[in-house]
């Protein structure tokens, strides 16, 4: 059974009425309106909410969770993580996959040479950069594009990139 799928971390309190807002880890937020209920996790606890309210306020998300009614008991939740099971995730397009699915993809050359492991992905603007750690901790940061990632397979855990000159 896969791990839930963390969606967001609450970063703050907003306003006194028990208000929170969520760094999103989404591409789309508007996705926060089709919640009724999100897990909130925090070291090794993890409760389910129910969802009273959902405003977007710049790039962050605000949420009024049913029982949540003071800022000191929204205060409680800051720095946790929002998660969602994974029944009731969106499908995502061919080619497009869950950061968290893709953490852990051992990388290939398209010669069968094995690099390492996926170990983060940060987004630069026009391209994801994918960080790939060898055995001896050295990393390799690969651009998230056609030319260089060739194939990605989550159910074998398993990435073949091919090395344009220059990028090692």
Do not use: C, W
Request: glycine share 6%; proline share 2%; charged share 30%.
């Amino acid at each position: 059974m896969l791990p839930n799928l963390q969606i967001g971390q609450i970063v703050n309190t907003f306003g006194i009425k028990g208000m929170v807002k969520v760094k999103p880890f989404t591409d789309d937020i508007r996705r926060f309106d089709e919640l009724k209920n999100v897990y909130v996790e925090r070291k090794d606890n993890q409760m389910e909410y129910e969802i009273e309210e959902v405003k977007y306020h710049k790039d962050m998300v605000l949420i009024k969770f049913k029982g949540i009614d003071k800022i000191e008991q929204a205060e409680l939740l800051r720095n946790s993580y929002l998660s969602i099971s994974r029944d009731s995730v969106e499908e995502l397009e061919e080619g497009r996959y869950y950061i968290v699915d893709m953490l852990g993809l051992e990388v290939y050359t398209d010669e069968q040479i094995l690099l390492g492991t996926l170990e983060d992905i940060f987004n630069t603007g026009s391209n994801d950069i994918y960080v790939v750690k060898d055995e001896k901790g050295k990393q390799i940061l690969l651009p998230a594009i056609q030319d260089v990632i060739k194939q990605i397979d989550i159910e074998n855990k398993k990435m073949i990139v091919h090395l344009l000159p220059g990028l090692i």
